[in-house]
């Protein structure tokens, strides 16, 4: 395990798309310069070496990070994701993020974020494991249910946190319940966390349109990305009245403007992989960039980082978008889209409805005590409910000069920067 220094980080462009984001919620909150510098850099940097015996004998080295970035407001929380073009700066953005977006939130939790460098679709399901537990063994004594709770992010699930889950337990000589979230529901987890970042996407969604365009009831959606996210927030905006006109994946898009059958694209991808493979009633295909820009009323980007930018914004047609996935909008792209009269349900917000499920689950897992997920899902609504017309109604009568995201920053910022000076850090 080793730290990393601050210029192997500070040099990529989602890191500085996040301490961009500071620093205008910091003008905004009239915070003095040296507290941004505190804050832009996370508390802790690890690196780990992960060497794993592939089945056809061979070793090979991936390398994985965790960011710890703030623990004022308690222990860090986020997900770990598996992509082959991880870098630091990115796990550190993310991990960055994560602080606002548990500040936010209420919850008590600071901000963490893993990455291991790796196409998880090119390794075996035993090739996986090794790579899970060995990660996971070597940040062992930085994680902890009172230290670092990590959760799924991209292309990491329940089975991953069981590995997890079963690697530290071995490691600690206990079963560890609170050290991951949205583990399997034999394990302690909750169904409802499989489907709760994209049911609290679909739900900001759902306010958005209640507030700008008259209601969810018949708007037409596009959503890019159609993973953990994408899917269930489909689902939900299909059940309470939006037509879901395009998602797509890696493989491209699918476009029908009759509405696509939101479980029969779950199925197909379930089952080849690709959601390209639908077929169903006048589907055409298209491609992620065309998705971006369809005339649709909202639009949820659920894939990745950066895909609205200034080179697209201005031919984006929603007049709602709600991030399900981090940080998809550029400033840039964000200034251009509040010019046109965009609402932009920033991510910190968004996709909080996953984070939110996880600390449900972990507080629960502490307690010894279990609620149905018909029971997580109704609190889950009441809090994101509430958050979201927070933020929207402060932005309305403080910030309206400036996109939404200056209103959660300004709440989640403020409420981290509050906590570190009562405990006597700045
Ligand atoms: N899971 C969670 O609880 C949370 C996730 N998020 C964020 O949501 C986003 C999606 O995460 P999640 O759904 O969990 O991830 P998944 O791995 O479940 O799904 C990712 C989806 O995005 C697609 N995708 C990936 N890269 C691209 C690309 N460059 N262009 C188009 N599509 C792409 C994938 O395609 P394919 O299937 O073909 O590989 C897949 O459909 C991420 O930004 C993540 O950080 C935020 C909060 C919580
Ligand atoms: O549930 C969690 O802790 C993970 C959430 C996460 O990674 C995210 O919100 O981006």
Redesign the pocket.
Known sequence: MTEIPASLYENDPTYQMAVKQLREAAQLLGLPDEIVEVLRHPERLIQVKIPVRRDNGKIEVYLGWRSQHNSALGPY???IRYREDVTPGEVVA?SM??TW?NSLAGIPYGGG?GGVRVNPKLLSQRELEELSRKYFAALARNVGPDVD?????VYTNPQTMAWYFDEYSKIVGYNAWGVV??KPVELGGLHARTVS?GYGTALTAREAAKRWIGGIEGKTVAIQGFGNVGQYAAKYLKEWGAIVVAVSDRSGGIYDPNGIDVEEAMKVKAETGKVTNYKKGNVKIISNEELLELDVDILIPAATENVITKANADRIKAKVISEGA?GPTTPEAEEILHKKGVVIVPDILA??G??T??WIEWSHNRMGCWLTDEEALARLDRIMTHNFNRVFDDWQKKFSDYPMRAAAYAIAVDRVVRAMKLRGWI
Not at 149 to 153: H, R, V
Request: hydrophobic fraction near 40%.
């Open positions: 929380k986020g997900g993310l993020w994560m977006k974020k709770i990590p959760a799924p992010d979230t949205a970042t981090n996709n909080a996953g984070v499920m996880s």
